[in-house]
């Protein structure tokens, strides 16, 4: 039957073809002609698969080609496609038969121009933005000291030597280096994973787990820092429970992972500074902080004691308390008999007035019980002094035992000694004890009494006349 299809008909000079032969020999056609193309358009619908594979198309003003991105080769694209990105799309046209279709098979995305790649990184920022991966209430405080600080950067460059030699002069720590990429398609994963990585560890286990992470990478063009640009390691950096400072470039260049970390370093040294104080400044503050403390007790353990004395000053004198109360209980006592002998009389008069009226034979037995009664009044009248003398008596030695308490009586007997003036007054300090004209001195069994002036008239011993003395 092929034979019939490849031979014309009598007269004809065209051959047939089946549908399959002629798109298979168009597909030949264009992969021969076009087996590798560069292609500059814009983006359009971008489709993702759960394959793997992506479906977008490149267009221009006039027209719009499909493109079509294989699984194995989705994952080496330096630039993910995105809707609205001008691009440079390297790789071959190819057909589609079963559609009769002609595609362009994309192996290599480029952004076309810097002004391109900006505008994307705005779009992207934006969207990321509205998500709110950026919001200052997210970013986490960075640890004042911590203990192990893991380091995501390139094991070989200048950075890591920076970071680590400016560690050891300030407060040397810990540092766990995880090795990545830092530029080209392989930055953006390892990054991530890096990240990823170090939120993973367990605390407390055999490797520790970092308090801080840096993600460091010099400077370079925005194509070298596109990798930290990405949507997988500002998502990383927003999500990482470690806090993590992003010291990516130069102070002047700015990527996605500075807007989603917790805190931004211009430099990656700057970093190290920021991730640990300076120990010398560390003791002088802790120092410092030391006197102020021994100070502040010092002050307060004084204030407690002027207080002390102000307040013992205001509490009234033990002996004068004393003697009140003892003046209080003479005039009780003296009042006393008085007043049982006129409660006494007063008794009787009243029993004499209700036995009057009494007949003879209950007057008898109402004597009775009032003599009873007047017997137990009298007992207790008798017994009132001495309970409350032995009342008065308990508080006068309970006030004893207060004065001796709070009195200098106590301090005497233990071999103090208390210095006065011969006007009574107190004196407490040398120059008071100069000044004065005599001394009064209390010691435990009694006063000595000396006169300043008669002190000063008494003679000096002399040596005798026509001995030198001795040195001895």
């Not at 098979?105 to 991966?133: D, F, P, Q, S």
């Not at 033990?318 to 009042?335: T, Y």
Request: net charge positive.
């Amino acid at each position: 039957m092929s034979d019939l299809i490849d031979q014309p008909e009598p007269g004809q000079n065209a051959p047939e073809f089946s549908v399959s032969e002629i798109s298979n020999a168009v597909k030949r056609m264009i992969e021969g002609e076009f087996s590798h193309v560069r292609i500059k358009g814009e983006i359009g619908r971008v489709n993702r698969y759960a394959s793997g594979h992506i479906y977008y198309d490149l267009k221009d003003e006039n027209a719009v080609l499909n493109a079509v991105t294989w699984k194995g080769q989705a994952s080496k694209l330096s630039v993910q496609p995105e809707e609205g990105m001008e691009v440079i799309a390297v790789g071959k046209l190819t057909s589609f038969p079963k559609q009769s279709k002609y595609q362009m098979n994309v192996i290599e995305l480029r952004v076309a121009g810097v002004g391109a790649l900006m505008a994307m990184l705005e779009k992207r920022k934006k969207a990321l933005a509205a998500e709110g991966l950026f919001d200052q209430d997210r970013k986490r405080p960075i640890p004042y000291l911590p203990g192990v600080i893991g380091v995501v950067t390139s094991p070989s460059g200048a950075v890591i030597r920076d970071i680590l030699h400016r560690l050891r002069d300030r407060f040397p720590r810990k540092v766990l280096i995880w090795p990545v990429a830092v530029q080209g398609d392989r930055c953006a994963p390892e990054v991530t994973r890096a990240i990823e990585g170090f939120n993973a560890m367990t605390p407390g286990g055999a490797m520790p787990r970092p308090d801080l992470i840096i993600v460091a990478r010099g400077g370079g063009a925005i194509e070298d820092l596109w990798g930290f640009n990405e949507e997988s390691v500002a998502r990383a950096a927003a999500a990482s429970d470690i806090p993590l400072i992003s010291a990516v470039g130069h102070e002047t260049d700015t990527t996605l992972i500075d807007y989603a970390s917790d805190m931004r370093a211009p430099t990656p040294t700057a970093a190290a500074e920021l991730a640990v104080p300076v120990r010398a400044e560390l003791a002088v503050w802790l120092a410092g902080m030391e006197e102020r403390r021994v100070r502040a007790l010092a002050n307060g353990i004084s204030q407690r004691g002027q207080r002390l004395r102000d307040l013992s000053r205001a509490m009234p004198n033990p002996v004068d308390v004393v003697a009140m109360q003892g003046q209080k209980l003479d005039l009780v006592a003296a009042r006393l008999p008085r007043a049982l002998q006129t409660m006494t009389q007063g008794k009787r008069v009243q029993l004499a007035e209700r036995t009057a009226a009494l007949r003879p034979q209950s007057l008898q037995q109402a004597i009775l019980q009032k003599g009873q009664l007047l017997q137990r009044v009298a007992s207790d009248l008798a017994n009132a002094p001495t309970r409350r003398m032995d009342r008065l008596r308990d508080r006068l030695g309970g006030l004893k035992r207060l004065l001796e308490t709070l009195g200098y009586t106590a301090t005497l007997e233990r071999g103090f000694a208390v210095v006065r003036s011969l006007d009574g007054g107190v004196l407490s300090t040398v120059k008071a004890a100069k000044s004065a004209e005599g001394l009064d001195i209390e010691f435990k069994d009694g006063h000595f009494r000396t006169d300043a002036k008669q002190a000063a008239k008494k003679p000096k011993a002399k040596p005798p006349k026509g001995d030198q003395g001795s040195l001895f």
